[in-house]
């Protein structure tokens, strides 16, 4: 059974800095994509960033872009969102996810999810 478990969420002020954690078990982790996702009160989720099974090609949001990094330590299933110069409308409840297929970065099929942590930047 596959597990995406977050950790790291929490209050930030604008500006400050927070680091996201996804402990993946249940999956050959190193032959699957993986993907932040994050969803504000009121919106739909949406795309933030993913990272190829391999570690070594990244994509991100518009808004994500140049604030954001993703990584992944295979040696460990985990892969991390290192955010900095947060900003309010950072606000979100953030998830971890991965295409259900192996060796797959398109994140619009079926897809594994994490419950979520929430990161709250306050103004």
């Known amino acids: 059974q596959v597990q995406l478990v977050e950790s790291g969420g929490g209050l930030v002020q604008a500006g400050g800095s927070l680091r996201l954690s996804c402990a993946a078990s249940?999956?050959?982790?190193?032959?699957?994509?993986m993907g932040w996702f994050r969803q504000a009160p009121g919106k739909e989720r949406e795309f933030v960033a993913r990272?190829?099974?391999?570690?070594?090609?990244?994509y991100y949001a518009d808004s994500t872009e140049g604030r954001f990094t993703i990584s992944r330590d295979n040696a460990k299933n985990t892969v991390s969102l290192q955010m900095n110069s947060l900003k309010p409308e950072d606000t979100a409840v953030y998830y971890c996810?991965?295409?259900?297929?192996?060796?797959?970065?398109?994140?619009?099929?079926?897809?594994?999810w994490g419950k979520g942590t929430l990161v709250t930047v306050s103004s």
């Open positions: 996810a991965a295409p259900s297929r192996p060796f797959n970065s398109d994140f619009g099929g079926m897809n594994y």
């Open positions: 249940g999956v050959t982790f190193t032959r699957y994509a």
């Open positions: 990272i190829r099974w391999t570690g070594g090609t990244t």
